[in-house]
């Protein structure tokens, strides 16, 4: 691989790094399945729409909220609706809103505990507050730039 661009250095950062966040993707998703019968996706939606002004928002700022595309969007709001979590609703002539249930902010609130404490096992106490800070400030660098070729691609 370093004949292709990345050095020593550049693809051990980005190996552990890959490695990491698939590893904590996928024990995230096994404690919210195991603890409330929840994916990771089903968590995102209600985390947003819980903290959302009545908890609904606009499908489109849901979308981009979440960071996801319209077609994924669609398929998982279809999916959560048919389990009670949200619903769809009308918002002028042209518009589509997601709420969520009384179901889902109840799902969502049964989640929480668990998840925060999962998410603080895993990640946060393995960092000292320092380490904690410049990941956060590396993460965020990255992330911009990410939310930077998204925009430019619209």
Not at 30 to 44: K, V
Not at 79 to 102: F, N, Y
Request: net charge positive; proline share 1%.
């Amino acid at each position: 691989m370093a004949r292709q661009g990345l050095s020593e250095r550049e693809l051990n950062a980005w190996r552990v790094s890959f490695e990491m966040l698939e590893l904590l993707r996928t024990r995230i998703e096994q404690q919210l399945q195991a603890g409330s019968g929840l994916s990771n996706a089903d968590y995102t939606v209600l985390a947003v729409l819980s903290e959302a002004s009545e908890g609904r928002l606009r499908v489109y700022e849901l979308g981009r909220a979440a960071g996801w595309e319209k077609s994924r969007l669609h398929h998982q709001l279809t999916r959560m609706a048919k389990r009670g979590l949200i619903t769809r609703e009308r918002c002028g002539s042209r518009g589509m809103d997601a709420v969520i249930t009384a179901d889902g902010l109840a799902a969502i609130k049964e989640a929480a505990r668990g998840h925060a404490q999962e998410v603080r096992r895993l990640f946060v106490d393995r960092l000292t507050p320092e380490e904690l800070d410049r990941f956060a400030s590396i993460a965020g660098i990255v992330l911009a730039g990410l939310r930077a070729d998204q925009q430019a691609a619209l």
